[in-house]
């Protein structure tokens, strides 16, 4: 049989290794066989594909160095510097625990769900973005990120097989389809936007700028290199000429690093007009309407997800996330129930397990389902955190005591548990040690209303007034509606006043 139609139906059955090994040895024999190189191409590039169409993560330097905001001071729901505050539908700090921005920090993790993006926060918020846990060490800005997953896709190859720099990218473009092959190459296998970028734009004049995939594909490494207008140009001309549903998600995600959400949110809705019940379209929404703390919105678009696609991972752990925040443990526990079903395990799933079983009362299953996260994971410390709060509820405050000591040990950035470790130590009787587990929460989480008040309250209880109204000032600036602040907030006016 011929050697090339054997790996042609290799590449068409995804056995890309030995694809590229049949390839190989077609280009040993001779090194100008144009029908080889194209399927080894192909197949490097589908090797090392990545659907970047949903994977959009700022760098410490993309933060600290954008200059993409419209407004210094925009409107509540116009940016996402400032979305919807938990007296407009959103997030209340009280349920969820929130950011300064007023983004969920727990719940379930996706690039860019548990920290601000484009233009938000200093440059100190920035940094503990990305130094905050251990093991989440990232590339200092996006394009980093595709350099470094430019040199892991070279060692999962072996070598590498084009030298872009020795191409004569107008040359190359004559030839549309080994143009395409080879663009393609550029952008997921070698990551070089510019040098794609190049082949782009002589490919766009050789189609006579009339063929809607260069445009996009033109769109799409402007994108990477940060040119967000140029991005944003190529790809309405791309959907002028062809309506692609790519083409429109990849257009909503340039406006949203150009901080204009309601922007992303009407290209979705337009085209969702025209491809309607699309599943990557309402997921692509729903995450924006999140985005924006339009929660109840975003769970509406999550269920129309599962009405396309009942297996879809991404809207059942959504939706599962949504109920469990919203005071219906039971019905998350079928959500997460049905994650497992769908054959995932792992120390997150097994983690909001236990918590759902723990707040729908069954109290027999949930330190079951905690000891498979620890099983999992055992150095993780939100799980080590949840087992103290499980047993704070049960009264178990010496076993609590422990589990928060082994999470500060496992991650000592977990303000939370330094925030209980503060209040068990204050029952104890240790008030030194209880200020100084405050004041630890307090700066590592700026953004945590909880360990302002615990330490406005201390200081009020030790006769500090001044420091108990300076700490309690802070606490309602991040949760100006928390009932305990006021309260103590009004016992120290009334204290100054009778002074």
């Known amino acids: 049989m011929d050697p090339f139609f054997i790996a042609a139906s290799k590449l068409r059955r995804k056995h890309y290794d030995e694809c590229i090994e049949i390839c190989d040895q077609l280009l040993a024999k001779n090194a100008y066989?144009?029908?080889?190189?194209?399927l080894k191409c192909r197949a490097l590039t589908l090797k090392c594909w990545?659907?970047?169409?949903?994977?959009?993560?700022?760098?410490?330097?993309?933060i600290m160095?954008?200059?993409?905001?419209?407004?210094?001071?925009?409107?509540?729901?116009?940016?996402?510097?400032?979305?919807?505050?938990?007296?407009?539908?959103?997030?209340?700090?009280?349920?969820?625990?929130?950011?300064?921005?007023?983004?969920?920090?727990?719940?379930f993790a996706r690039p860019g769900s548990a920290r601000p993006t484009s233009?938000?926060?200093?440059?100190?918020?920035?940094?503990?973005?990305?130094?905050?846990?251990?093991?989440t060490a990232r590339p200092v800005t996006s394009s980093g990120r595709y350099l470094r997953l430019g040199t892991a896709s070279m060692l999962s190859t072996?070598?590498?097989?084009?030298?872009?720099?020795k191409l004569d990218m107008k040359?190359?473009?004559?030839?549309?389809?080994?143009?395409?092959?080879?663009?393609?190459?550029?952008?997921?296998?070698d990551h070089n936007p510019k040098k794609a970028l190049e082949l782009c734009a002589e490919a766009t004049v050789v189609s006579g700028f009339q063929d809607w995939w260069w445009k996009s594909r033109l769109g799409k490494c402007y994108f990477q290199l940060g040119l967000f207008r140029d991005a944003q140009k190529q790809f309405e001309s791309s959907l002028k000429q062809e309506d692609m549903i790519p083409t429109h998600i990849e257009l909503s995600k340039v406006y949203i690093r150009l901080d204009q959400p309601n922007f992303a949110l009407n290209q979705h809705k337009k085209a969702l007009d025209k491809h309607q019940e699309n599943e990557n379209l309402t997921l692509a929404l729903a995450r924006v309407n999140e985005l924006m703390n339009n929660a109840d919105l975003a769970a509406s678009l999550f269920k129309a997800v599962l009405q396309v696609n009942p297996c879809n991972i991404e809207a059942i752990a959504s939706l599962a996330s949504h109920n469990f925040y919203t005071d219906h443990p039971e019905v998350a526990l079928r959500f997460y129930r049905r994650l497992l079903q769908l054959g995932i395990s792992n120390v997150e799933i097994w983690n909001n397990l236990g918590l759902a079983c723990y707040y729908a009362g069954q109290y027999d299953l949930c330190m079951k389902c905690m000891e498979r996260a620890l099983d999992a994971d055992d150095s993780n410390g939100d799980v080590w955190y949840n087992i103290a709060n499980i047993a704070i509820g049960m009264g178990e405050l010496n076993m609590a005591y422990h589990a928060l000591k082994v999470a500060v040990s496992v991650e000592n950035t977990h303000a939370?548990?330094?925030?209980?470790?503060?209040?068990?130590?204050?029952?104890?009787?240790?008030?030194?040690?209880?200020?100084?587990?405050?004041?630890?929460?307090?700066?590592?989480?700026d953004y945590l209303y909880e360990p302002l008040y615990n330490s406005a309250l201390l200081a009020f209880r030790t006769g500090e007034m001044q420091e108990s109204y300076n700490l309690v000032q802070k606490a309602l600036a991040i949760f100006p509606e928390?009932?305990?602040?006021?309260?103590l907030l009004k016992t120290l006016k009334q204290h100054f006043d009778s002074l």
């Not at 990545?50 to 993309?62: R, S």
């Not at 549309?176 to 190459?185: G, T």
Request: proline share 5%; aromatic share 6%; hydrophobic share 35%.
């Open 33 to 38: 066989d144009q029908a080889a190189w194209f």
């Open 50 to 62: 990545i659907d970047d169409l949903e994977i959009d993560e700022e760098g410490m330097a993309d």
């Open 65 to 107: 160095l954008d200059e993409n905001s419209t407004a210094a001071v925009p409107r509540p729901g116009t940016s996402i510097q400032r979305p919807n505050s938990s007296a407009s539908g959103g997030i209340s700090p009280a349920m969820r625990p929130v950011t300064r921005g007023g983004r969920p920090i727990t719940g």
């Open 119 to 135: 233009s938000s926060g200093s440059i100190e918020a920035a940094i503990r973005s990305q130094t905050g846990k251990p093991g």
């Open 158 to 165: 072996g070598d590498q097989f084009i030298v872009a720099d």
């Open 171 to 189: 040359r190359m473009a004559q030839k549309q389809a080994i143009a395409k092959a080879l663009c393609d190459y550029l952008i997921y296998v």
């Open 416 to 445: 939370e548990a330094y925030n209980n470790l503060g209040v068990l130590e204050l029952r104890k009787g240790n008030v030194e040690q209880a200020r100084n587990y405050y004041q630890s929460a307090t700066r590592i989480a």
């Open 482 to 487: 928390h009932a305990d602040s006021k309260e």
